[in-house]
């Protein structure tokens, strides 16, 4: 029992690992050949976990080969296009002024109903209203309104905007992100007269507190 | 490019680690082969002390070496031998020459065939 408590923490932080040195995407947006090498990975974690006769060693090897090919491939991806689009295939045009391309399509073996329900979860009821569609090689689809069709941006009514960068998050879960204080050339004893201002004597005390670009300071302190 | 580096570098030592361990059983189980041998002809010969003394030399060599493989190879691959091996003390001490013989034999395709499972072939491969 203990020696399978043991394989098994072993292999579920060799799997993490391995997942985290793959990169950040999510399920939804990986290519063929990694969800492939993912669910391979997996699988193979599993096998040696149930088995202690069969030594780790394998498990790791196998796994660590198929980190080795992942890194590779996605190494000579950025490197050669043609490789890109051999391995992750093309995207296809579905929809191209405003017309579904049937032979597409049926290339890509897509339906009516999927593409219709991809359009839907876009916020796109009507399919008049496209212009074109791409169907992307991790199987979302990507949208193109008609010019009379896209929402107004203040460029279109040619309004001036202030500049807006990323909020700075100063606190979470009681923690002071001293790295986010750095950025924005805070110290701590602002940040300390900051939540005085507000009522809370101590950074523990807060949720989290966040600063925008324009000096807003948003602080939500901890339920009592 | 610093990871796929790193990775080239893992996958190169487990090449060059899985080939010291091919050489590696090779070599030990030929040197095993090499001793049953010499006990299957002591066998034949009825002189059952130097038959005894062989196979407790083939015992401590393979205590040693499956001690070195058992993070490699299959366990019960290597508890194979390990029972073959007990067995034919058992056939040695009462003197039994047909199961001792048997026993060598059977002993001799166990290290064959851990040596055949090990080695890069198309074979093993497919």
Not at chain 1, 18 to 43: D, H, N, S, Y
Not at chain 1, 122 to 137: G, H, K, P, R
Not at chain 1, 178 to 190: I, P, R
Not at chain 2, 32 to 60: C, F, G, M, P, T
């Amino acid at each position: 029992m203990l020696i399978t408590l043991t394989r098994t923490f072993l292999l579920y932080i060799l799997v993490v690992l391995t997942m985290r040195l793959m990169g950040k995407r999510q399920i939804a947006q990986l290519e063929p050949f990694e969800l492939v090498i993912t669910i391979i990975i997996a699988e193979l974690a599993v096998i040696p976990m149930q088995d202690p006769n069969i030594p780790l060693i394998n498990g790791i090897i196998s796994i660590t080969t198929l980190l080795f090919i992942q890194v590779t491939f996605s190494v000579l991806s950025l490197r050669s296009i043609r490789f890109r689009s051999f391995l992750d295939g093309r995207y296809s045009l579905v929809i191209a002024n405003g017309k579904i391309l049937e032979k597409e399509m049926r290339k890509a073996r897509y339906n009516l109903d999927e593409l219709l329900e991809q359009l839907r979860q876009q916020s796109v009821f009507n399919l008049s209203d496209v212009e074109f569609a791409i169907l992307e090689t991790s199987g979302e689809l990507s949208v193109l309104l008609k010019s009379q069709k896209r929402p107004v941006t203040p460029e279109d009514m040619q309004l001036e905007t202030d500049y807006e960068g990323l909020p700075l998050v100063l606190i979470m879960d009681g923690q002071v992100m001293t790295s986010e204080l750095k950025a924005g050339q805070l110290g701590e004893g602002w940040l300390r007269a900051e939540l005085e201002k507000h009522g809370i004597k101590s950074p523990s005390d807060v949720l989290i507190a966040s600063l925008n670009t324009t000096g807003d300071l948003f602080i939500q302190a901890k339920e009592p | 490019m610093k990871l796929w580096i790193v990775m080239c570098l893992i996958m190169l030592a487990i090449v060059v680690g899985g080939s010291l361990l091919e050489r590696s059983i090779l070599k030990a189980t030929d040197y095993l082969s090499h001793i049953l041998d010499s006990a299957k002809d002591a066998v034949r010969d009825n002189q059952w002390q130097v038959a005894l003394d062989l196979r407790n030399k083939v015992d401590e060599k393979w205590r040693k070496q499956q001690k070195t493989w058992s993070p490699f190879i299959h366990n019960s691959d290597l508890n194979a031998i390990t029972v073959s091996l007990t067995r034919l003390q058992s056939f040695l001490e009462s003197k039994e020459q047909a199961h001792a013989l048997a026993e060598i034999s059977q002993l001799e395709v166990l290290l064959l065939q851990l040596h055949g499972q090990e080695v890069l072939t198309l074979k093993n491969v497919f």
